[in-house]
């Protein structure tokens, strides 16, 4: 049945002559900073046997995670590549922290798109220190959580790992947060 469902709705859309307007391309508009999609934070029941299913299936290293006594609860967090990135898939058993996470390419950019989200009173949820990023968080427009994050370069902190970050101080006293952390 579900098959059969399937089928017909690809063969109506594939007939479709809809596309998307224009004002929605896909292309970068001159002057703007790019965001990329750098990872998800999914909601699971079990983070530590998702992580195991990720891992199994995917070859992922788990590379941190958190037991429910923790603040944030049970976590786990996967990468690929943890020599480059600190995670791809973060686990979550509480729903609240599932979200999308948009990496910049430098302190300016991150801050390019925090002052962004503050020009369009879009409410800023937590602003952290991650060790491993700058990040800060908010709401899309259906309560979806959205991440934008700067790597600091520094993998080492094991996640869950989060301090406030107070981006009223000048690019040096939040450098130095990196090191002081290192």
Same mark, same amino acid.
Request: net charge negative; hydrophobic share 40%.
């Given at each position: 049945?579900?098959?059969?469902?399937?089928?017909?709705? &690809?063969?109506?859309?594939?007939?479709?002559?809809?596309?998307? /307007?224009?004002?929605?391309?896909?292309?970068?508009?001159?002057?703007?900073?790019?965001? =990329? *999609?750098?990872?998800?934070?999914?909601?699971?029941?079990? !983070?530590?046997?998702?992580?195991? %299913?990720? =891992?199994?299936?995917?070859?992922?290293?788990?590379?941190?995670?958190?037991? =429910?006594? @923790? !603040?944030?609860?049970?976590?786990?967090?996967?990468?690929?590549? /943890?020599?480059?990135?600190? @995670?791809?898939?973060? &686990? %979550?058993?509480? /729903?609240?922290?599932?979200?999308?996470?948009?990496?910049?390419?430098?302190?300016?950019?991150? =801050?390019?798109?925090?002052?962004?989200?503050?020009? $369009?009173?879009? /409410?800023? $949820?937590?602003? %952290?220190?991650?060790?491993?990023?700058?990040?800060?968080?908010?709401?899309?427009?259906?309560? @979806?959580? *959205?991440?934008?994050?700067?790597?600091?370069?520094?993998?080492?902190?094991?996640? !869950?790992?989060?301090?406030?970050?107070?981006?009223?101080? !000048?690019?040096?006293? &939040?450098?130095? $947060? *990196?090191?002081?952390? *290192?």
């Amino acid at each position: 049945m579900m098959t059969q469902t399937l089928n017909a709705l &690809l063969t109506r859309l594939s007939g479709s002559k809809e596309s998307l /307007p224009k004002e929605a391309s896909t292309g970068n508009q001159a002057g703007r900073q790019e965001a =990329r *999609i750098g990872h998800v934070g999914l909601h699971v029941t079990n !983070p530590a046997a998702s992580a195991e %299913f990720y =891992r199994d299936v995917f070859g992922m290293e788990i590379v941190g995670g958190s037991t =429910r006594d @923790h !603040p944030v609860g049970a976590t786990a967090f996967l990468s690929s590549r /943890p020599d480059e990135e600190a @995670h791809e898939i973060a &686990l %979550f058993a509480n /729903p609240e922290f599932a979200h999308i996470a948009f990496k910049v390419s430098s302190l300016a950019e991150f =801050r390019s798109f925090h002052a962004r989200v503050v020009e $369009k009173n879009i /409410p800023i $949820k937590f602003v %952290f220190n991650n060790g491993v990023s700058f990040a800060f968080y908010f709401d899309d427009p259906d309560g @979806h959580m *959205i991440e934008v994050y700067w790597a600091t370069g520094d993998l080492s902190h094991r996640q !869950p790992y989060a301090q406030p970050l107070d981006l009223s101080q !000048p690019d040096e006293a &939040l450098l130095e $947060k *990196i090191t002081a952390t *290192i």
